[in-house]
């Protein structure tokens, strides 16, 4: 009897994931498509972990707007305020939430009248950025097993991943509306202007093309792992589960490439701040110093002899900067020193000079070491260096790389100061 039980468990748990794949193979995300594309995941997860009512919420400023329902909600928008909600409690952890009785647990906030127990997931970007829940409510009180989490957990990142790729379309598409108003507006000046206008255009519509192209990929490689991961749990030939590691080696080393060429034909948009350049690298070499990379190696910072301040985006020279620094430590033999200096030698400018004692880079490929895709690393992708010189670029800087025998290599970042420089110590 026990033996027989255990096979229709089997049976059940084959059938939910082959259901599984097939709702996610059936899922065709079209840019401008993206209320139906969330119905169809809403009502898929309601019908898979077989719960009453599912949504998918965008949450914003402390607002949480439900995008898609597995129910007819009525006509209208449904914003709710995030305090004291079972969604804010979500958004809040950063992680699922499985409540069997809401009632009995008022701590994480109350559910819709008429439902009882509650599993909350948080939809995720690839940047790692929390935009939303998926929420599913039951009339009664019941328990989720770890495979429904598990199943509502990657349609979440399905979800988030068309939220993103839609805000992306709509960011390129008020680019375009913005960079035609300016080409309007300043045709007198048009031959002056030629070539930097040019480039935007193109900038624009790789970054939209790419968009699209990569989410059609993502989408038949999401279904490929799922399939992957399947067969990995149920043959347990040696040769065969060695060559279905390779394969999903291979998956997520093509996942990670999409996601940087995704990142790489993003706009950046910036989020600017005052930012001290001294407590600011101090800080980072805290968090660089415990690297892998850095490890056997030492690194010596260098300050500037007056307060610096610059307008920047805090988190994306964060990124830079932690691309430079892991670049220069994998170049460095152990016990070798990293250094980290500031000057002020350039009028109106700072720069920050990273240096490593490596071997030299070779002028015919320091030449292309910052283009897109050029990589000197056999698990390289060539977008490091590029999304960095993009970035500070963006900032109205300029990223540079010299490198030969008698200085090693070393890579500037200039970046344009605010106009009040302080001495040491002043606030």
Same mark, same amino acid.
Not at 45 to 74: F, K, P, R, Y
Not at 134 to 139: G, L, T, V
């Given at each position: 009897?026990?033996?027989?039980?255990?096979?229709?468990?089997?049976?059940?748990?084959?059938?939910? +994931?082959?259901?599984?794949?097939?709702?996610?193979?059936?899922?065709?995300?079209?840019?401008?498509?993206?209320?139906?594309?969330?119905?169809?995941?809403?009502?898929?997860?309601?019908?898979?972990?077989?719960?009453?009512?599912?949504?998918?919420?965008?949450?914003?400023?402390?607002?949480?707007?439900?995008?898609?329902?597995?129910?007819?909600?009525?006509?209208?928008?449904?914003?709710?305020?995030?305090?004291?909600?079972?969604?804010?409690?979500?958004?809040?952890?950063?992680?699922?939430?499985?409540?069997?009785?809401?009632? +009995?647990?008022?701590?994480?906030?109350?559910?819709?009248?008429?439902?009882?127990?509650?599993?909350?997931?948080?939809?995720?970007?690839?940047?790692?950025?929390?935009?939303?829940?998926?929420?599913?409510?039951?009339?009664?009180?019941?328990?989720?097993?770890?495979?429904?989490?598990?199943?509502?957990?990657?349609?979440?990142?399905?979800?988030?991943?068309?939220?993103?790729?839609?805000?992306?379309?709509?960011?390129?598409?008020?680019?375009?509306?913005?960079?035609?108003?300016?080409?309007?507006?300043?045709?007198?000046?048009?031959?002056?202007?030629?070539?930097?206008?040019?480039?935007?255009?193109?900038?624009?519509?790789?970054?939209?093309?790419?968009?699209?192209?990569?989410?059609?990929?993502?989408?038949?490689?999401?279904?490929?792992?799922?399939?992957?991961?399947?067969?990995?749990?149920?043959?347990?030939?040696?040769?065969?589960?060695?060559?279905?590691?390779?394969?999903?080696?291979?998956?997520?080393?093509?996942?990670?490439?999409?996601?940087?060429?995704?990142?790489?034909?993003?706009?950046?948009?910036?989020?600017?701040?005052?930012?001290?350049?001294?407590?600011?690298?101090?800080?980072?070499?805290?968090?660089?110093?415990?690297?892998?990379?850095?490890?056997?190696?030492?690194?010596?910072?260098?300050?500037?002899?007056?307060?610096?301040?610059?307008?920047?985006?805090?988190?994306?020279?964060?990124?830079?900067?932690?691309?430079?620094?892991?670049?220069?430590?994998?170049?460095?033999?152990?016990?070798?020193?990293?250094?980290?200096?500031?000057?002020?030698?350039?009028?109106?400018?700072?720069?920050?000079?990273? +240096?490593?004692?490596?071997?030299?880079?070779?002028?015919?490929?320091?030449?292309?070491?910052?283009?897109?895709?050029?990589?000197?690393?056999?698990?390289?992708?060539?977008?490091?260096?590029?999304?960095?010189?993009?970035?500070?670029?963006?900032?109205?800087?300029?990223?540079?790389?010299?490198?030969?025998?008698?200085?090693?290599?070393?890579?500037?970042?200039?970046?344009?100061?605010?106009?009040?420089?302080?001495?040491?110590?002043?606030?």
């Amino acid at each position: 009897m026990q033996a027989s039980d255990d096979q229709n468990f089997s049976n059940q748990l084959i059938k939910r +994931q082959l259901k599984v794949i097939e709702l996610l193979s059936s899922l065709n995300y079209r840019t401008g498509e993206l209320s139906l594309y969330l119905q169809k995941i809403a009502c898929g997860v309601s019908e898979l972990i077989d719960v009453h009512w599912s949504v998918v919420t965008l949450c914003q400023a402390g607002l949480e707007n439900v995008l898609a329902s597995s129910i007819d909600m009525g006509a209208g928008e449904h914003i709710y305020a995030l305090h004291g909600s079972l969604t804010g409690t979500v958004i809040e952890l950063g992680h699922s939430l499985a409540v069997e009785d809401v009632n +009995q647990h008022p701590e994480y906030g109350e559910a819709p009248a008429g439902y009882c127990s509650y599993l909350g997931i948080p939809l995720r970007t690839a940047q790692g950025e929390i935009i939303g829940t998926i929420c599913s409510f039951h009339q009664q009180p019941r328990k989720y097993s770890p495979e429904e989490i598990e199943i509502v957990e990657l349609f979440a990142e399905r979800a988030a991943t068309a939220i993103d790729h839609y805000q992306l379309y709509q960011q390129q598409c008020q680019f375009n509306r913005i960079l035609a108003a300016e080409v309007e507006k300043r045709t007198i000046e048009l031959k002056a202007a030629q070539g930097k206008l040019i480039e935007q255009e193109t900038l624009a519509a790789i970054g939209e093309f790419t968009a699209s192209i990569v989410h059609e990929i993502r989408n038949p490689l999401t279904t490929m792992k799922m399939g992957l991961k399947y067969f990995q749990k149920h043959i347990f030939n040696d040769d065969a589960q060695e060559r279905l590691f390779l394969a999903l080696s291979e998956a997520n080393r093509l996942e990670r490439l999409l996601n940087e060429i995704l990142l790489y034909a993003k706009p950046q948009v910036l989020q600017l701040a005052e930012l001290e350049i001294h407590e600011f690298i101090q800080t980072l070499l805290i968090y660089v110093q415990s690297m892998a990379e850095a490890q056997d190696k030492k690194i010596a910072f260098i300050p500037a002899n007056k307060m610096v301040k610059v307008l920047a985006d805090g988190d994306k020279l964060k990124q830079v900067f932690i691309n430079l620094m892991r670049n220069a430590f994998e170049a460095s033999s152990p016990g070798a020193v990293v250094k980290c200096s500031l000057n002020l030698s350039c009028p109106g400018q700072i720069t920050i000079d990273i +240096q490593n004692d490596g071997e030299p880079i070779p002028p015919n490929i320091l030449t292309q070491v910052m283009q897109p895709f050029f990589s000197t690393k056999p698990d390289g992708t060539g977008l490091g260096l590029a999304i960095s010189k993009r970035i500070v670029n963006a900032h109205g800087g300029d990223l540079n790389i010299r490198s030969d025998f008698h200085i090693g290599t070393i890579v500037s970042v200039q970046l344009p100061l605010l106009l009040n420089i302080l001495p040491p110590n002043v606030k």
